[in-house]
């Protein structure tokens, strides 16, 4: 068996290296080529205003409550750009600063309206940004960063938005809840 995945990684490798190290299966998009910020279209969206805590012991988590707590937003989105939602999550003790870095981060292409992406936007509270467990009867800071942003460069496995000509953060806003684990 061991044999078989370093074949199939060297095969990987070698093949990559032939196709100029684009990897397999996942050609790279051009940019739109006629993506235009600035001529724009409102767009009018729903918005989360805070978190909510799930579950209990081990499992407890917190998320973006999007079915009780949105407000209408509007942006305005140029011609011909992609939107998405860049959710990002921070966990750390209260009273300290927030880490440079975040428990994790989700990325959604034409996800921009919350109260149709459900539930899921959260993080579970069982370790810190740093890989520390947290600790029962601790305060932790839990934050939750969303950006809807438009881009030029279209969705892609292992997607980098920012990775085209133009990109833009359209509405952006933190929701922050203390909780004791």
């Not at 993080?123 to 600790?135: L, R």
Request: some cysteine; aromatic content about 8%.
């Amino acid at each position: 068996m061991k044999h078989c995945v370093l074949t199939f990684v060297f095969f990987l490798c070698a093949c990559a290296a032939s196709h100029g190290g684009d990897p397999i299966g996942f050609p790279e998009p051009t940019p739109i080529q006629n993506a235009n910020p600035a001529v724009t279209t409102p767009l009018t969206i729903k918005v989360p205003t805070q978190l909510k805590v799930t579950g209990e012991g081990k499992s407890l988590a917190v998320e973006v409550d999007t079915h009780h707590a949105l407000e209408k937003v509007k942006i305005a989105v140029g011609s011909n750009m992609i939107t998405g939602l860049q959710t990002e999550y921070f966990v750390y003790p209260a009273g300290q600063a927030r880490p440079e870095q975040s428990c994790g981060f989700s990325l959604d292409g034409e996800a921009t309206d919350f109260d149709q992406l459900g539930t899921g936007l959260g993080v579970g509270i069982s370790q810190t940004a740093d890989g520390k467990p947290t600790v029962k009867g601790t305060k932790y800071v839990v934050e939750i960063v969303m950006v809807i942003f438009e881009t030029d460069n279209p969705p892609q496995h292992m997607w980098d938005p920012q990775g085209g000509k133009i990109y833009k953060e359209l509405w952006k806003r933190t929701l922050k809840r203390v909780i004791t684990r």
